[in-house]
């Protein structure tokens, strides 16, 4: 199985400021064929299913505000939050869909300093 | 819009089989995968397995093979998933999730379904 490791396992950011947090691949989910890297992102708030941030690691899903970004290549890739909000409160999840059985992250807790 | 709507809560003795339903609208039903995963309390997400709507082929994952089933019914847009032998440690949040594209990942996620499985 691919194992997702991410960093950090918490984070508290102020209001205004930037947010990252990290993913990383036990293999790479870089597909050759197509250049294409199979990480996607989710936001999963509290008592609610979890929602589709960004996909093939750096495109947006339509209607997730542009403050939020995923990028990286191979087997480390990185979700930013530009400018955090308070809605932004919430458990961030990245997954591989390269191959099955398709694994996820153990999850970063955002909150608000 | 496109929903799917799960059923609601059970609680199940150890060695019981639970089955939950989901109920896709707002597309073509056949056209897209459902996928089924699980979230135990206070834990991450886990991945269990495939069902193709149009040809209502499955593919399950290695750790949910032999008591964990997958069938569809195309008159009503519903896919269930059945988890036979339960033990405690299958208490979690049961979701399924639309895979829209080439890639699978998932745009469109049920509201969950709490199994608790308690003696």
């Known amino acids: 199985d691919i194992v997702m490791t991410q960093s950090p396992d918490s984070l508290a950011v102020s209001l205004g400021e930037r947010a990252t947090i990290n993913c990383k691949s036990s293999q790479s989910i870089l597909y050759s064929s197509n250049n294409k890297n199979y990480l996607a992102w989710y936001q999963q708030k509290s008592g609610q299913p979890p929602k589709l941030l960004t996909y093939?690691?750096?495109t947006r899903e339509s209607g997730v505000p542009d403050r939020f970004s995923g990028s990286g290549s191979g087997t480390d890739f990185t979700l930013t939050i530009s400018s955090l909000q308070a809605e932004d409160v919430a458990i961030y999840y990245c997954q591989q869909y390269y191959g099955t059985p398709y694994t996820f992250g153990q999850g970063t807790k955002l909150e608000i300093k | 819009q496109v929903q799917l709507v799960q059923s609601g809560a059970e609680v199940k003795k150890p060695g019981a089989s639970v089955k939950v339903s989901c109920k896709a609208s707002?597309?073509?039903?056949?056209?897209?995968?459902i996928h089924w995963l699980r979230q135990a309390p206070g834990q991450g997400l886990q991945w269990m397995g495939i069902m193709n709507p149009g040809g209502g082929t499955t593919s399950y994952g290695h750790r949910f093979q032999g008591r964990f089933t997958m069938t569809r019914d195309t008159s009503t847009s519903t896919v269930y998933m059945e988890l036979s032998s339960l033990r405690s440690e299958d208490t979690a949040m049961y979701y399924c999730?639309?895979?829209?594209?080439?890639?699978?990942?998932?745009?469109?996620w049920g509201q969950g379904t709490q199994v608790t499985v308690s003696s």
């Open positions: 093939w690691a750096s």
């Open positions: 999730a639309r895979k829209r594209d080439s890639g699978s990942y998932f745009d469109s």
């Open positions: 707002g597309y073509t039903f056949t056209t897209y995968q």
